[in-house]
């Protein structure tokens, strides 16, 4: 165990370990995946295939804001995130070999989220008996004002009652900004399917909004 | 200028990045040993031996713990826990309707290993369900009957007029509404069969036959183990099936689309490669791989087949009665979502095919059963009767438009749809709630 808590990868084999390179690298909130990130990602690749005990730690370093970043964006909670976190990365660890172009491990490595995060939505619908709380507890209050709070926690309220498929296409395109394509292919289906999926997923969520006191001033401003 | 949701979208963006930023150095570091923990090779993960064994005796402690709980709550809930079943490869809903495919049995699997298969073309409803049995509305079309034996078990198989009160047997039974033909043909057990023209009851046993035709006022019960007599119906199953099926699936057919090529299992719709035109056409006709795996039951499977290639252009592009099969599929699976845009697309694609008609039905069951919508669920219901007054769900129709509109509260014409339903179907299955409503 000890040997992947200690850090051992030389600089040249861990560009991203900096946040001005990790930026760089598209891999940091609100910055979208860019192709001069593919070589890097090629190495780590090559060190996860090879089982490499600094795969870990390369993997942690590059990837983590960007798979915190996509998680909060579809679920809008911390508190499950490194759990969350955790498990794409065993997903990724156990499935690499899965990956058929080592170009393409950004892309899967979305999918891969995309995909922890659904059954992570899934498994709390069918465990909805299992909450006594609100089920977006938290948000920072030293960071948010309570208006805004209660947008956020309404926002995902709202969220909650969509169908899974949508909600991550609206979470991954509203208000992550992904690109269609990119969207398209976090979840793994055509552009057109992602499309209609994202006029349902709006209509539904302007019906559903529709009933929060929290989010009127909020879509009233905008329509201004 | 931003629409208004891409100002609260942008609001909700901008937050977050606030709070992501703010995660303090503790977490990240925590989260970050967390992780790598977790992604360590399961040989790198190695607690002490005073650890390890604490943790296993901790463990085994619980595991002792939650057997005995485990345990006492089954023994305690057990009685009276209601049986579960599976519609195909998905959790049935109780008082869902289930419709077969035009060219495919269903299975209903119950959680006590009874099994009724409903065939190809027929619909039926689990209405209610208990630690016992369950009570299965047989609308239309052929149903084969396994049922369990239990001391308790106590099963109602309601077709029309006509109750079949199981406790456990073998058993097919048919019900074709158009017609009122009922059979009942035994192959093991006992059952006792209640309803019109039937007096007190009629008990049947393994080999017997009951056949009432309720418009000539015709009781025939014959044991097909006896010899042959001029007057004994003798019908095998099969025939019994095609029976209930003749003159009345017209819904079958507009399903089947372009002819019975499309409806045909999926062995029969593969041409061989030398064969005539007819066999190229045969060919040509083919449906995609999702809608024979949907006839198939293979609904999970389907619904990813289609999305592979293309769940829009499926819906666009496909036959309609695939995309009827397709919008099934999805709701079978309970992707509403997916099975809301098969059906509309039928209803785009052909507005004055009684398959548009059926997809307003299935529209207005997912608006019911699974929105609570049930404004939307009575505009469904009510499209359909509108469409197509007569067809093979009309019924069924007009009455479940009047419990939307009861749910809805839509008392106006709440009252319209119950007398509309008593002149038409007196004897209905929701005939007893229209005249509540009606003489409350």
């Given at each position: 165990m000890?040997r992947?808590?200690?850090?051992?990868i030389?600089?040249?084999?861990?560009?991203?370990?900096?946040?001005?390179?990790?930026?760089?690298?598209?891999?940091?909130?609100?910055?979208?995946?860019?192709?001069?990130?593919?070589?890097?990602?090629?190495?780590?690749?090559?060190?996860?295939?090879?089982r490499?005990?600094?795969a870990?730690?390369l993997l942690?370093?590059?990837?983590?804001?960007?798979?915190?970043?996509?998680?909060?964006?579809v679920?809008?909670?911390?508190?499950?995130?490194?759990?969350l976190t955790?498990?794409?990365f065993?997903?990724?660890?156990e499935?690499?070999?899965?990956?058929?172009?080592?170009?393409?491990?950004?892309?899967?490595?979305?999918?891969?989220?995309?995909?922890?995060?659904?059954?992570?939505?899934?498994?709390?619908?069918?465990?909805?008996?299992l909450?006594?709380?609100?089920?977006v507890?938290?948000?920072?209050?030293?960071?948010?004002?309570?208006?805004?709070?209660?947008?956020?926690?309404?926002v995902?309220?709202?969220?909650?009652?969509?169908?899974?498929d949508?909600?991550?296409?609206f979470?991954?395109r509203?208000?992550?900004?992904?690109?269609?394509?990119?969207?398209?292919?976090?979840?793994?289906?055509?552009?057109?399917?992602?499309?209609?999926?994202l006029?349902?997923?709006?209509?539904?969520?302007l019906?559903?909004?529709?009933?929060?006191?929290a989010?009127?001033?909020?879509?009233?401003?905008?329509a201004s | 200028?931003?629409?208004?949701l891409?100002?609260?979208?942008?609001?909700?963006?901008?937050e977050?990045?606030?709070?992501?930023?703010?995660?303090?150095?503790?977490?990240?570091?925590?989260d970050?040993?967390?992780?790598?923990?977790?992604?360590a090779?399961k040989s790198?993960r190695?607690?002490?031996?005073r650890?390890?064994?604490l943790?296993k005796?901790?463990?085994?402690?619980?595991?002792?713990a939650?057997?005995?709980?485990?345990?006492?709550?089954?023994?305690?809930?057990?009685?009276n826990?209601?049986?579960?079943?599976?519609?195909?490869?998905?959790?049935?809903?109780?008082?869902?309707?289930?419709r077969a495919?035009?060219?495919?049995?269903?299975?209903?699997?119950?959680?006590?290993a009874?099994?009724?298969?409903?065939?190809?073309?027929?619909?039926?409803?689990?209405?209610?369900?208990?630690?016992?049995?369950?009570?299965?509305v047989?609308?239309?079309?052929?149903?084969?009957?396994?049922?369990?034996?239990?001391d308790?078990?106590r099963?109602?198989?309601?077709?029309?007029?006509?109750?079949v009160?199981?406790?456990?047997?073998?058993?097919?039974?048919?019900w074709?509404?158009?017609?009122?033909?009922?059979?009942?043909?035994?192959?093991?057990?006992?059952?006792?069969v209640?309803?019109?023209?039937?007096?007190?009851?009629?008990?049947?046993s393994?080999?017997?036959?009951?056949?009432?035709?309720?418009?000539g006022?015709?009781v025939?019960?014959?044991?097909?183990?006896?010899p042959a007599?001029?007057?004994s119906?003798?019908?095998p199953?099969?025939?019994m099936a095609h029976?209930?099926?003749?003159?009345?699936?017209?819904h079958?057919q507009?399903r089947?689309?372009?002819?019975?090529?499309?409806?045909?299992?999926?062995?029969?719709?593969?041409a061989?490669?030398?064969s005539?035109?007819?066999g190229?056409?045969h060919?040509?006709a083919?449906?995609?791989?999702?809608?024979?795996?949907?006839?198939?039951?293979?609904?999970e499977?389907?619904?990813?087949?289609?999305?592979?290639?293309?769940?829009?252009?499926?819906?666009?592009?496909?036959?309609?009665?695939?995309?009827?099969?397709?919008?099934?599929?999805?709701?079978?699976?309970?992707?509403?979502?997916?099975?809301?845009?098969?059906?509309t697309?039928?209803?785009?694609?052909?507005p004055?095919?009684?398959?548009?008609?059926?997809?307003?039905?299935?529209?207005?069951r997912?608006?019911?059963?699974?929105?609570?919508?049930?404004?939307?669920?009575a505009?469904?219901?009510?499209s359909?009767?509108?469409e197509?007054p007569?067809?093979?769900?009309?019924?069924?129709a007009?009455?479940?438009?009047?419990?939307?509109?009861?749910k809805?509260?839509?008392?106006?014409?709440l009252e319209?749809?119950a007398?509309?339903?008593?002149?038409?179907?007196?004897?209905?299955?929701?005939?007893?709630l229209?005249?509540?409503?009606?003489?409350?």
């Amino acid at each position: 165990m000890g040997r992947l808590l200690v850090l051992r990868i030389p600089p040249h084999e861990a560009p991203g370990r900096s946040d001005e390179h990790a930026r760089d690298s598209g891999i940091l909130p609100g910055s979208p995946d860019r192709d001069e990130a593919h070589e890097d990602d090629s190495e780590l690749v090559r060190l996860l295939r090879a089982r490499s005990p600094h795969a870990g730690d390369l993997l942690v370093d590059r990837c983590r804001k960007h798979v915190e970043r996509v998680l909060y964006r579809v679920m809008g909670r911390t508190d499950a995130l490194a759990d969350l976190t955790q498990d794409v990365f065993l997903a990724v660890f156990e499935g690499i070999d899965s990956l058929r172009e080592d170009a393409r491990f950004r892309g899967w490595l979305t999918q891969v989220i995309v995909f922890v995060a659904r059954g992570s939505i899934r498994k709390r619908r069918r465990k909805w008996w299992l909450v006594f709380t609100d089920v977006v507890p938290e948000q920072n209050a030293r960071q948010v004002d309570s208006e805004t709070s209660e947008a956020l926690r309404a926002v995902y309220d709202v969220l909650d009652q969509m169908d899974p498929d949508d909600r991550i296409a609206f979470a991954l395109r509203k208000i992550d900004g992904m690109e269609l394509t990119e969207v398209a292919a976090a979840c793994a289906v055509s552009l057109a399917t992602i499309k209609r999926r994202l006029v349902r997923a709006e209509i539904s969520f302007l019906a559903l909004a529709a009933d929060r006191d929290a989010l009127a001033p909020w879509l009233e401003k905008g329509a201004s | 200028m931003k629409t208004s949701l891409e100002n609260l979208a942008a609001k909700v963006t901008q937050e977050q990045d606030v709070l992501l930023d703010a995660r303090t150095k503790d977490e990240h570091v925590s989260d970050l040993a967390k992780v790598r923990l977790r992604a360590a090779p399961k040989s790198e993960r190695r607690p002490n031996a005073r650890s390890k064994t604490l943790s296993k005796m901790t463990a085994y402690a619980a595991l002792a713990a939650a057997v005995l709980l485990v345990v006492a709550a089954s023994l305690f809930h057990a009685k009276n826990k209601p049986l579960a079943f599976r519609v195909g490869d998905a959790d049935g809903d109780v008082g869902g309707f289930v419709r077969a495919p035009a060219d495919l049995p269903v299975d209903l699997r119950f959680s006590d290993a009874s099994n009724i298969t409903l065939e190809a073309s027929g619909r039926a409803r689990v209405v209610d369900v208990d630690a016992n049995g369950a009570r299965v509305v047989l609308e239309s079309g052929v149903a084969h009957v396994a049922i369990t034996h239990r001391d308790a078990s106590r099963w109602h198989i309601i077709a029309g007029p006509f109750d079949v009160v199981v406790t456990g047997t073998q058993f097919d039974v048919a019900w074709e509404p158009t017609t009122e033909q009922f059979s009942v043909h035994m192959k093991q057990g006992t059952v006792h069969v209640l309803g019109t023209l039937l007096g007190e009851g009629h008990a049947l046993s393994t080999g017997e036959e009951l056949d009432v035709n309720v418009p000539g006022g015709v009781v025939h019960q014959s044991d097909t183990r006896a010899p042959a007599s001029p007057t004994s119906l003798d019908l095998p199953v099969s025939d019994m099936a095609h029976l209930a099926q003749d003159g009345a699936d017209d819904h079958a057919q507009s399903r089947a689309d372009a002819g019975s090529i499309e409806a045909a299992p999926l062995a029969s719709t593969i041409a061989p490669a030398s064969s005539s035109a007819a066999g190229s056409l045969h060919a040509a006709a083919v449906s995609p791989a999702w809608a024979q795996l949907a006839r198939r039951g293979k609904y999970e499977l389907a619904i990813d087949a289609a999305e592979a290639a293309g769940f829009d252009q499926a819906c666009d592009g496909a036959k309609v009665s695939d995309v009827l099969a397709l919008g099934d599929a999805a709701r079978f699976t309970g992707k509403n979502a997916e099975a809301r845009e098969a059906y509309t697309a039928v209803r785009a694609r052909s507005p004055k095919d009684p398959a548009a008609a059926e997809a307003a039905f299935d529209l207005g069951r997912i608006a019911f059963d699974r929105d609570q919508d049930y404004g939307a669920a009575a505009k469904w219901f009510d499209s359909y009767g509108r469409e197509l007054p007569n067809g093979p769900l009309a019924r069924e129709a007009a009455g479940r438009l009047i419990e939307a509109r009861q749910k809805y509260g839509d008392h106006a014409d709440l009252e319209s749809a119950a007398q509309s339903y008593l002149t038409k179907y007196p004897d209905g299955p929701h005939a007893d709630l229209a005249r509540s409503i009606v003489n409350p």
